[in-house]
């Protein structure tokens, strides 16, 4: 308790320090005599006492300058973040254990806001909601504290979504592309592989100068543990942050981690850095946050939440941007996820989410237990920034891939009566069969520009046409080994450059050619 309200006094005298800076004159003169006539200001720390406490809300009495989100020190030590303000009292949520309090007991005000220490020894640790590391791997030394509640940066501050951010899976960065800034939702049923997309793309992000933020919301501590060895494994965790609230955490707890995970990403951006948000997810978050406003005595609206349950994830999801070149051209991209109940995307939360962020991927899972993964449902999922986040390559090579599998989608319904289909359309289906094939992917196999571009350069122009569908994947991978050992220079070229010539464009589909003839003759042999 005094530690904290020594914290509070030593905010004071920084800001004093801080104001010298602007003035003339010996530096080290200026400092002694302001350290000399300072006298710390007890204005904002009052003391109150508590009126009633229990399922991790406390009601308290005896301030009158409090305000909304600054967190109180209770005797016992434990901190609370003050969310209701009512006439003569207001209530806090704690973030401890609620038995160490007691009515009658003493609190006080600090003076500041609910925060989170920010540094660059977070990267590569896994902390809790308070970011106090959990890892075991000792103490975390914090280069500044930033709020875990600030405004959205406005519209001169940023500027426009530009920049690709790769996940690395074919189906996404083709027809859904993410972009540096962007918001994009990943929603589906439970178990349907929305971590997994989260995670391929934090893979992928390995040698790009990209920190990872994975913020754990309600997930079972095992789950957790499991993501952080994979990422380890993979050396992933060299250049991520974990920030973990698992469902034994209070609910208080849970609705304070993505924020918090918001301020450290904030801190990397605001220093020119490239930040990726994963939030998962924000249903057990709503829930959270259903939980303290009912014991809060807030009404119920739909569903038992209350009013502000769209305001609490927009005001969360809008801080990700991509910032002006002022103030060093940073960017957060954000990657809520949200789970639905039967693949209902018309539900309460989920329409919610769906009309703030930048677009959706959508995961049936119907086409999960198919086969088909990543089950990406390409009718129902889009990016509103589309084609402004892809290379010129991708953009090129992409093609109308969305227009031919949209009409192998409607064509489809026919395959029960194959026997009477005319040639044209058994080629057509055969060719939207090979294209779903091909964008089937393997767990923590993300592809690199140049091996997608080349898949859809290849496929868009029928080089696969001949292969039996189900062995397109095998082509395919065929066709990646031989370019990248007889045309590095080319892959080079792309990944470097980003751009796609009109010669390269028809090399590859000449060594596509030329692949396929040459693996059909060894299947034939």
Same mark, same amino acid.
């Given at each position: 308790?005094?530690?904290?309200?020594?914290?509070?006094?030593?905010?004071?005298?920084?800001?004093?320090?801080?104001?010298?800076?602007?003035?003339?004159?010996?530096?080290?003169?200026?400092?002694?005599?302001?350290?000399?006539?300072?006298?710390?200001?007890?204005?904002?720390?009052?003391?109150?006492?508590?009126?009633?406490?229990?399922?991790?809300?406390?009601?308290?009495?005896?301030?009158?300058?409090?305000?909304?989100?600054?967190?109180?020190?209770?005797?016992?030590?434990?901190?609370?973040?003050?969310?209701?303000?009512?006439?003569?009292?207001?209530?806090?949520?704690?973030?401890?254990?609620?038995?160490?309090?007691?009515?009658?007991?003493?609190?006080?005000?600090?003076?500041?806001?609910?925060?989170?220490?920010? /540094?660059?020894?977070?990267? $590569?640790?896994?902390?809790? @909601? =308070?970011? #106090?590391?959990?890892?075991?791997? &000792? !103490?975390?030394?914090?280069?500044?504290?930033?709020?875990?509640?600030?405004?959205?940066?406005?519209?001169?501050?940023?500027?426009?979504?530009?920049?690709?951010?790769?996940?690395?899976?074919?189906?996404?960065?083709?027809?859904?592309?993410?972009?540096?800034?962007?918001?994009?939702?990943?929603? /589906?049923?439970?178990?349907? $592989?929305?971590?997994?997309? @989260? =995670?391929? #793309?934090?893979?992928?992000?390995? &040698? !790009?100068?990209?920190?990872?933020?994975?913020?754990?919301?309600?997930?079972?501590?095992?789950?957790?543990?499991?993501?952080?060895?994979?990422?380890?494994?993979?050396?992933?965790?060299?250049?991520?942050?974990?920030?973990?609230?698992?469902?034994?955490?209070?609910?208080?707890?849970?609705?304070?981690?993505?924020?918090?995970?918001?301020?450290?990403?904030?801190?990397?951006?605001?220093?020119?850095?490239?930040?990726?948000?994963?939030?998962?997810?924000?249903?057990?978050?709503?829930?959270?946050?259903?939980?303290?406003?009912?014991?809060?005595?807030?009404?119920?609206?739909?569903?038992?939440?209350?009013?502000?349950?769209?305001?609490?994830?927009?005001?969360?999801?809008?801080?990700?941007?991509?910032?002006?070149?002022?103030?060093?051209?940073?960017?957060?991209?954000?990657?809520?996820?949200?789970?639905?109940?039967?693949?209902?995307?018309?539900?309460?939360?989920?329409?919610?989410?769906?009309?703030?962020?930048?677009?959706?991927?959508?995961?049936?899972?119907?086409?999960?237990?198919?086969?088909?993964?990543?089950?990406?449902?390409?009718?129902?999922?889009?990016?509103?920034?589309?084609?402004?986040?892809?290379?010129?390559?991708?953009?090129?090579?992409?093609?109308?891939?969305?227009?031919?599998?949209?009409?192998?989608?409607?064509?489809?319904?026919?395959?029960?009566?194959?026997?009477?289909?005319?040639?044209?359309?058994?080629?057509?289906?055969?060719?939207?069969?090979?294209?779903?094939?091909?964008?089937?992917?393997?767990?923590?196999?993300?592809?690199?520009?140049?091996?997608?571009?080349?898949?859809?350069?290849?496929?868009?122009?029928?080089?696969?046409?001949?292969?039996?569908?189900?062995?397109?994947?095998?082509?395919?991978?065929?066709?990646?080994?031989?370019?990248?050992?007889?045309?590095?220079?080319?892959?080079?070229?792309?990944?470097?450059?980003?751009?796609?010539?009109?010669?390269?464009?028809?090399?590859?589909?000449?060594?596509?050619?030329?692949?396929?003839?040459?693996?059909?003759?060894?299947?034939?042999?």
């Amino acid at each position: 308790m005094d530690k904290e309200y020594t914290a509070a006094k030593l905010d004071q005298l920084e800001k004093l320090l801080i104001g010298l800076a602007s003035q003339e004159g010996d530096m080290v003169s200026l400092m002694r005599d302001a350290l000399n006539q300072w006298q710390p200001s007890d204005a904002r720390v009052e003391v109150g006492t508590v009126v009633s406490v229990g399922d991790g809300i406390a009601t308290v009495t005896g301030f009158s300058s409090v305000v909304y989100g600054e967190i109180l020190i209770f005797q016992s030590g434990i901190r609370g973040m003050v969310q209701e303000l009512k006439r003569g009292e207001l209530s806090c949520i704690l973030f401890g254990d609620d038995q160490l309090i007691s009515e009658g007991s003493k609190v006080k005000s600090t003076g500041r806001v609910a925060g989170i220490p920010v /540094g660059e020894e977070y990267i $590569g640790r896994v902390v809790d @909601a =308070l970011g #106090t590391p959990i890892d075991g791997k &000792g !103490k975390i030394r914090a280069e500044g504290y930033f709020p875990v509640e600030t405004p959205a940066p406005g519209i001169i501050d940023r500027q426009p979504v530009n920049r690709p951010m790769e996940t690395g899976i074919l189906a996404i960065d083709a027809m859904f592309p993410i972009g540096r800034g962007q918001r994009e939702l990943i929603i /589906g049923d439970r178990q349907t $592989g929305k971590t997994a997309i @989260a =995670l391929d #793309t934090i893979l992928n992000q390995q &040698g !790009k100068n990209v920190i990872c933020i994975y913020v754990a919301i309600g997930q079972k501590a095992s789950s957790v543990a499991q993501l952080a060895a994979t990422l380890r494994r993979r050396h992933a965790m060299e250049y991520s942050i974990i920030v973990n609230a698992t469902a034994s955490d209070s609910a208080p707890l849970q609705y304070i981690a993505p924020y918090a995970g918001c301020a450290l990403g904030e801190y990397f951006m605001r220093k020119g850095r490239d930040v990726l948000i994963v939030y998962d997810d924000l249903s057990k978050h709503a829930i959270a946050y259903r939980a303290l406003s009912l014991l809060l005595e807030r009404s119920p609206g739909r569903e038992a939440y209350p009013g502000d349950v769209f305001y609490l994830h927009s005001r969360l999801l809008e801080r990700s941007a991509h910032l002006s070149d002022k103030l060093g051209g940073g960017s957060m991209t954000a990657l809520p996820i949200v789970e639905t109940q039967a693949g209902d995307v018309s539900a309460y939360i989920p329409t919610n989410i769906i009309s703030i962020t930048d677009g959706q991927i959508f995961l049936e899972r119907e086409l999960f237990f198919a086969g088909q993964r990543p089950a990406v449902n390409v009718g129902l999922s889009v990016s509103r920034v589309g084609g402004a986040a892809q290379t010129k390559a991708m953009k090129k090579a992409a093609g109308a891939i969305r227009l031919d599998l949209a009409q192998y989608r409607e064509m489809e319904v026919f395959t029960q009566f194959s026997s009477d289909l005319d040639d044209m359309t058994g080629q057509l289906l055969q060719y939207g069969e090979g294209l779903m094939q091909l964008l089937k992917q393997e767990q923590y196999c993300p592809y690199r520009q140049y091996e997608q571009v080349v898949l859809l350069c290849a496929a868009l122009s029928h080089a696969f046409q001949s292969v039996p569908p189900r062995e397109v994947t095998e082509a395919a991978h065929e066709l990646l080994r031989e370019i990248a050992q007889d045309y590095p220079e080319l892959c080079d070229e792309i990944e470097r450059t980003g751009s796609l010539s009109e010669e390269n464009q028809q090399e590859i589909i000449r060594a596509a050619k030329r692949c396929v003839e040459a693996w059909q003759a060894r299947q034939a042999g």
